[in-house]
């Protein structure tokens, strides 16, 4: 651990746990005693990162976020900032996004921990899109996730590894591409409970892994990772995750030449993203896609 947030960190919790008004004997309760907590908020016991984690969950705050908390001190700007990257990447706004990038590199608060693992993954996925430069976003982006704890995997780290996932199949490296989504798959053991409770991310996984299957012509194992999608998006942070699901098994169904069932999927994302989702380019797809498959469903069975 760095030896900077070692030193943070105890003051940290506990102006998180007088905030949220909690005792020391609660916070402690059912993970560690309250003499440790104590101890930890004094600085002179370091918590190692499965009782870190414990106690992040327990306080109601990812690990991610209270390393960065302790490690930079002008966290609410960086929040700020993440917030505003991570929108512009999304939104595949990269040129706008080097800017800020280019902007806070001379930061020396950003040149550690979690906040630099941050930005080598912005950097990444901008050199890519903007420079076309393969190996050095990818150089990036194994250069961000190196620098997490190997025993945890937290969401900057599913992150990292689902834009790895996406440039192989940029790439069409297609298994190094699934082999990716599906590491990430795997360490669902290793996140954090609260990770897993409150990021859209997994759904987002398991779509991008199941977009790559279809390409692949694995029709079949690309639906059931789209049902395994549907059944972890209870806690998504956005619907239009499960419409995306919806509509990628409706495609699967399409190349399957089954089109009854393929219509049922896509009329289905179809009325999500018509009346819960403002995003009109994919309703458009959606809709070109339902015409399509019904002209070939009246072909069929004529």
């Known amino acids: 651990m760095d030896p ?4 943070s960190i105890g003051s940290t919790i506990k102006d998180l746990r007088l905030y949220l008004g909690i005792s020391q004997k609660e916070l402690s309760d059912g993970i560690c005693t309250q003499s440790l907590i104590s101890q930890i908020e004094s600085g002179t016991n370091i918590p190692n990162s499965i009782l870190l984690r414990q106690v992040a969950e327990k306080l109601g705050i990812t690990l991610d976020g209270l390393l960065l908390m302790s ?6 700007h960086f929040k700020k900032i993440e917030s505003k990257l991570i929108k512009l990447v999304e939104t595949s706004n990269y040129t706008e996004a080097w800017k800020i990038i280019e902007l806070e590199k001379g930061n020396t608060s950003f040149e550690s921990g979690k906040v630099k693992q941050f930005f080598l993954w912005a950097e990444g996925v901008c050199q890519y899109y903007l420079s076309n430069d393969f190996t050095l976003a990818m150089d990036l982006l194994k250069e961000a996730l190196n620098i997490s704890d190997n025993l945890i995997f937290s969401y900057q780290d599913v992150k990292i590894l689902n834009s790895q996932g996406i440039l192989y199949a940029e790439e069409n490296l297609l298994e190094e591409s699934i082999e990716t989504f599906k590491l990430i798959l795997a360490t669902k053991e290793k996140l954090s409970p609260y990770v897993l409770s409150i990021s859209s991310l997994f759904p987002k996984v398991y779509y991008n892994l199941s ?4 390409i692949q012509g694995s029709y079949e194992e690309s639906i059931k990772y789209c049902q395994e999608g549907i059944y972890y998006s209870g806690n998504m942070e956005s619907i239009s995750d499960l419409g995306e699901l919806y509509f990628q098994i409706g495609l699967n169904f399409e190349k399957m030449q089954k089109y009854n069932q393929s219509l049922k999927w896509l009329i289905k994302s179809q009325d999500i993203f018509k009346l819960k989702v403002s995003n009109y380019e994919f309703l458009m797809i959606i809709t070109n896609k339902i015409q399509e498959v019904s002209l070939l469903l009246e072909k069929d069975t004529k």
């Open 71 to 76: 490690e930079y001190p002008k966290f609410p």
């Open 211 to 214: 977009k790559v299957l279809t």
């Open 4 to 7: 900077y947030v070692e030193l």
